[in-house]
DNA sequence: CTGAAAGCGCTAACAA
DNA sequence: TTGTTAGCGCTTTCAG
């Protein structure tokens, strides 16, 4: 391993000024800079990023808390949020969580403000207590997707406004002449997707359609709770003639659902979910949805976080507004049939 | 933040005891041992990883280079290798190179040795040359996922054995009395998919199955280029009762391919991809894949990587063999037709 | 414009 | 059993 001391050996001054000629700090004589350049190439020194952070204090890399990277609506998130942090040399470490609190706490006691300048957190079972604790500690957080733009989690976020999300599903069912629409809800009734259903059920109630609680499941966010959850609400209401999914893993579940109960979609069942996954790209058919701004919510993430570090976290908890979700129409919704 | 030589203050030790008791090292009373850590409690001290790593010369992180963590094979390749990489401390820093030799470099020469131990590398367009060389600055490099294990790459990796994936795939087909079958290679002849393809090609010759070249089609590694490449063979080729794909992506492409053109699965046309990634459990009909061990792969990387950054990399670029790949019958393949 | 020196927080011999 | 003493490699005042 190349250090700064031999490089400085090599081109004749002190480790001082070749720091100051690669971090282009201070004024360097231009014979001087292209000796230590000179050097530098020839030794090929790269500089130690650990000696650098404990020298500055903080450590070019951002921590991306996430339940499980393999959930499939991560990866993308975590691709953005990468690109981003990278335009500012910072790396980005996964942690997965796993769902599990105990784990979270132990990410967040290794990495806050030691290994990671910043945290950033999706929607998980992490307990707001610890993120205040890392907060409090010095170490900013970020919440990434705030399903809740209206009200404010008391931690710095970027929101995304999921209630016009649901909202959103819901007109366009209203619009293809639906009135008989089930409901699948990926999350508990108080959980982490109730605003979209919210944003569903205001709509359905403005346009005077009804919607009784027996037609919404409550479930699992993944294929197959939502396709247990299409299962029954199809068995039990066979009138039903589109339902909506608060995400795009159990829409797909329904898909599934009804194709095993040989329903044709959209002929015999429109199914709308929200996110607007790779998978619902991929699926067939393509699965309509509500799209939701995944790579515009990481790089305001990353750029938010990374503000809270400049100012050492100093700030007004604020919240920062994600573009607004838009409506992608496949072929999984259609017209009403009469 | 908290530092070690306040707890010892606290304490009435000094910091070497502190640290001590802190890694379980050395000989310590028992009772300064509840001082201390009392202290660490009281004042709620987090050892500085970064400053940890700097004093033992190490990092106590792993980088995982992919092309983009987006592909959908990453993630769960991805989440074992972090779970791996956990059970001994380590974190997990992703890298999207992006098919970027640049950007790949860049990766390298910054974390590799300073930021991070080791590098497991992902099938890719990184440079072998690069490797090379970030592993002669000392900085222990893993291939993960070579795919052949009776060449070496003269790098330390973890194989799999896709040349008798694609036989597998190719006897299932065989099995099933297809006899006039489709290929997909999902890189170029000569590329990374190119042993499963051979694997394909060796079965088909010793049952005395003709496969021309004109029904092979190398495309790109994604479900777009599958359903292209399967367009234009099912096109061009009318009576192919099967298509074997090289990876789950462009299978899935041909059996929206096929879907698109009326015919069905598997009654017109089986269809069999590798890997066995998420997608090809939860796509409809299911896909019959022939399984890759992608979690024991990443933990034997892991492990592996570790084994050589104890041993100072030194050892003879190993190559440790993953188990074998087996097929998953599911939905998509069936008997031929007579 | 360049050098000298102190120190980031921790670990690791070696003494006592 | 505990303390002392050096650094790890880099940045950063502050002198010269």
């Known amino acids: ?42 030794l090929g020194y790269r500089p130690h990023l650990t000696a650098r952070a404990l020298a500055e204090g903080s450590a070019p890399t951002l921590a991306l808390m996430v339940t ?33 609190p105990v784990i979270s706490r132990a990410y967040l006691d290794q990495i806050a ?26 170490t900013p957080v970020v919440l990434c997707m705030w ?36 409901a699948i809800i990926g999350s508990q009734p108080e959980g982490v997707q109730a605003a979209r259903y919210a944003g569903f059920c205001h709509t359905l109630k403005a346009a005077g359609v009804a919607h009784p609680a027996q037609e919404a499941r409550f479930t699992r966010d993944a294929v197959q709770g939502g396709y247990e959850a299409a299962c029954e609400l199809l068995t039990e209401h066979t009138d039903l003639t589109a339902i909506f999914a608060t995400n795009d893993l159990p829409a797909l ?18 199914v709308i979910g929200i996110t607007d996954i790779q998978l619902a790209r991929e699926s067939r058919p393509g699965l ?19 503000a809270l570090i400049e100012s050492g976290g100093h700030c007004e908890t604020p919240m920062r507004i994600a573009p607004e979700p838009v409506l992608v129409q496949r072929a999984s919704t259609g017209r009403v049939r009469s």
């Open 288 to 306: 309509s949805t509500v799209a939701v701004p995944t790579d515009a919510a990481a790089t305001m993430a990353v750029e938010l976080l990374e």
């Open 68 to 100: 499980s990277i393999a959930n499939p609506f991560y990866p993308e998130f975590a691709l953005a949020a990468e690109r981003a942090a990278r335009k500012n040399g910072r790396f980005l470490i996964v942690c997965n969580t796993n769902e599990d």
């Open 1 to 42: 391993m190349t250090t700064l001391a031999e490089v400085a050996l090599r081109a004749g001054v002190t480790p001082a000024t070749v720091s100051n000629v690669l971090r282009k700090r201070g004024k360097v004589g231009a014979a001087t800079r292209q000796r230590v350049l000179d050097a530098v190439e020839f």
């Open 253 to 270: 579940g329904a898909m599934h659902a009804a194709a095993d109960r040989g329903m044709r979609i959209p002929d015999d069942l429109s």
């Open 147 to 182: 399903e809740r733009p209206d009200v404010s989690p008391g931690l710095p976020c970027v929101a995304v406004d999921f209630f016009a999300a649901g909202a959103l599903a819901a007109q366009h069912l209203l619009d293809l002449g639906h009135t008989r629409i089930g």
């Open 113 to 138: 403000g030691t290994l990671s300048e910043g945290v950033l957190v999706m929607n998980s079972r992490i307990g707001f207590d610890d993120l205040h604790t890392t907060r409090a500690r010095g």
